[in-house]
């Protein structure tokens, strides 16, 4: 099972939007609605930024959404801070042998 | 609040067993999944499997017949052996709360990472 296809990097000034992307296939993004987010900050464990493709946990500030069109998931961070830099993973179920994968990972910088 | 830990010799030579625990605290391992997650130097994350408290796993058919995950409700904990290990399993292991059911997938709480060397 191939990983989850992201692009290395993103960048974007404070208090603009920025969107990272997340493709899969049928098989896996396009199949379910399990895609979540992880933002990881340098020499930390990964948090939990999105779930379900759109949900938020308590606690998660609100600048960060999720959306999926067809094989493709999206974050949106919206209102750019110096502390959103960091790295990015998205994550999906697939229905094949019960299996998770992950994306590759997108730098976030915040110039 | 759920905290994870993750425990373990940093260093295992080539062909051997890794051998790493999980203590669990602040919630009961007797409820939800839980999971073995590694990060490879370049970053990439990898899910290695997981495990209900009724003993059942699932694994990632890539890994699949070098990985035993087990647990112990007495102590809280659930436990990772990787055999045969060679430099390419040389990684920052994760250990996490895995919500995981019919209807959802995604993991909650991690620990906080133990780097793993193979390396003689």
């Known amino acids: 099972q191939s990983a989850l296809t992201q692009p290395p990097s993103a960048s974007g000034s404070p208090g603009q939007s920025v969107t990272i992307s997340c493709t899969g296939t049928?098989?896996?993004?396009?199949?379910?609605?399990?895609v979540s987010w992880y933002q990881q900050h340098p020499g930390k464990a990964p948090k939990l930024i999105i779930y379900?493709?759109?949900k938020r946990p308590s606690g998660v500030s609100d600048r960060f959404s999720g959306s999926k069109s067809g094989n493709t998931a999206s974050l949106t961070v919206s209102g750019l801070q110096a502390e959103d830099e960091a790295d990015y993973y998205c994550?999906?179920?697939?229905?094949?042998?019960?299996?998770?994968?992950f994306g590759g990972g997108t730098k976030l910088t915040v110039l | 609040q759920v905290q994870l830990q993750e425990s373990g010799p940093g260093l295992v030579k080539p062909s051997e067993t890794l051998s790493l625990t999980c203590t669990v605290s602040?919630?009961?391992?007797?409820?939800?999944?839980w999971s073995w997650i590694r990060q490879f130097p370049g970053k990439g994350l990898e899910w290695i499997g997981n495990?209900?408290?009724?003993?059942?796993?699932n694994c990632n058919p890539s890994l699949k017949s070098r990985v035993t995950i087990s647990l112990d409700t007495s102590k809280n904990q659930f436990s990772l052996k990787l055999s045969s290990v060679t430099a390419a399993d040389t990684a920052v292991y994760y250990c996490?709360?895995?919500?995981?059911?019919?209807?959802?997938?995604?993991?909650?709480?991690w620990g906080q990472g133990t780097l793993v060397t193979v390396s003689s």
């Open positions: 996490a709360r895995h919500r995981y059911s019919g209807a959802s997938s995604y993991f909650d709480y």
């Open positions: 994550s999906s179920y697939t229905g094949s042998n019960n299996l998770v994968i």
């Open positions: 495990i209900y408290y009724t003993g059942t796993t």
């Open positions: 602040g919630d009961s391992i007797s409820s939800y999944y």
């Open positions: 049928s098989s896996d993004v396009g199949a379910y609605n399990y």
């Open positions: 379900e493709v759109t």
